[in-house]
Nanobody
């Protein structure tokens, strides 16, 4: 059974930092790209960042470029999202996602709240 578990969310002041983690089990982690999405209150889910299976290629939404860094540790089946210079508009539930050939897997999400 594939399982994704996010952690690391919380309440932080604007300008602060958080590091989100996503622990993955139940599949060959190193075979697949990993994505972070977020859903802000009243908005659609949006892609935040993507990392390739080997970690050599990354992609970011324009709104987080230069502030967020996605990384992965294939030996530990972990993916991370380092978030710096946080803004109130970064407030959202953050989800990790693995798209495979047969299904798309999601975690339960972790809440990030940035106060002004």
């Amino acid at each position: 059974q594939v399982r994704l578990v996010e952690s690391g969310g919380g309440l932080v002041q604007a300008g602060g930092s958080l590091r989100l983690s996503c622990a993955v089990s139940g599949l060959t982690f190193s075979r697949f790209p990993i994505l972070w999405y977020r859903r802000a209150p009243g908005k659609e889910r949006a892609l935040v960042a993507r990392i390739s299976s080997g970690g050599e290629s990354t992609l970011y939404a324009d709104s987080v470029k230069g502030r967020f860094t996605i990384s992965r540790d294939n030996a530990k089946s972990m993916v991370y999202l380092q978030m710096t210079m946080l803004k109130p508009e970064d407030t959202a539930v953050y989800y990790c996602n693995i798209p495979t050939f047969s299904a798309s897997y999601w975690g339960q999400g972790t809440q990030v709240t940035v106060s002004s």
